[in-house]
């Protein structure tokens, strides 16, 4: 309780900072306030932040359609080994990327696909062209979707196989008697199964969604320009942090906020609406 305060919600007094002109010298106290002026970024569309939401917009759909199922798949894969000993075994190697930070993540990512890499000076070696992966900007949004699903599609996994380790084996056995394929399994007895936690992880990454990797997009942002890797975590540092608008940043930090609340809010209520607990009742 004590972390979370410290580092959660005492930081929400400085969101008093989108209500100022703020000044780093005067501090929250003595900065003076400027009602709703800051807001004028997000409500007159300012190019810089409008690329910004559209870039983060294309990435939250990308891994709520691509990264979201890919643990769901790997666990019902895994679930479907009958050796224990190999499921335990891939699991364990999928999973470990998880424990790497994303300064190591995106240096494996260049010694592997960079211009110097690994493949890269195969195909040299071979006689061929080397590929432009690493600072390409067409190819940016694919390399951070698989970059995210190397990392934690392992771990998310765990989570799903522990639901498919409670479901009945009764069921399995009735259904095959009943001459039900392993299809028909799937569809009516595991996915059923997975429904709950799927809905409630939906509901966590909705309002998460917003936020699409600061540290692994801000690592890579350089070599590809903003053009295609600012979102709104990394406008929020640019021109806070590097560019000193701290009102205006402080603005587009609150209202991401607010609208992950509504999105949470929203997703709960229709999940209730669904027969489903959702994050929590009522």
Same mark, same amino acid.
């Given at each position: ?19 100022? @002109? ?95 890499? !690994? ?29 995210? !699903? ?20 009764? &069921? ?54 903003? @053009?295609?890797?600012?979102?709104? @975590? ?19 930090? &609150? ?28």
């Amino acid at each position: 309780m004590l972390i979370l305060f410290a580092f959660h919600y005492f930081p929400l007094w400085g969101n008093v900072i989108a209500f100022q @002109d703020y000044q780093p010298y005067l501090g929250v106290g003595k900065s003076l306030w400027s009602g709703v002026e800051n807001f004028k970024t997000i409500v007159d569309g300012d190019p810089e932040f409008l690329n910004a939401v559209k870039n983060t917009l294309i990435l939250t759909a990308i891994q709520t359609v691509i990264v979201f199922p890919a643990p769901i798949v790997v666990a019902l894969v895994l679930h479907s080994l009958l050796s224990n000993r190999i499921r335990q075994f891939v699991q364990t190697v999928i999973y470990l990327p998880h424990f790497m930070s994303w300064v190591i993540v995106v240096a494996v990512f260049q010694q592997m696909l960079g211009g110097t890499g !690994m493949i890269n000076n195969w195909l040299r070696s071979h006689g061929y062209d080397p590929i432009n992966i690493i600072g390409n900007a067409e190819a940016f949004r694919a390399l951070l979707t698989s970059q995210v !699903m190397w990392k934690d599609t392992g771990w998310a996994t765990i989570l799903f196989l522990a639901v498919l380790s409670q479901i009945d084996r009764s &069921l399995y056995e009735a259904s095959a008697v009943d001459g039900a394929t392993r299809w028909r399994q799937t569809w009516h007895i595991t996915l059923p199964g997975l429904k709950p936690i799927i809905i409630l992880l939906l509901i966590l990454k909705l309002g998460d969604s917003l936020t699409v990797g600061f540290e692994q997009i801000i690592l890579q942002q350089q070599a590809v320009g903003t @053009d295609v890797s600012e979102v709104l @975590d990394t406008y929020v540092y640019n021109n806070g942090i590097l560019g000193g608008d701290w009102g205006t940043s402080a603005a587009v930090g &609150l209202v991401k906020s607010v609208v992950a609340l509504v999105l949470v809010l929203g997703a709960n209520k229709l999940a209730h609406r669904f027969g489903e607990e959702g994050v929590y009742r009522g």
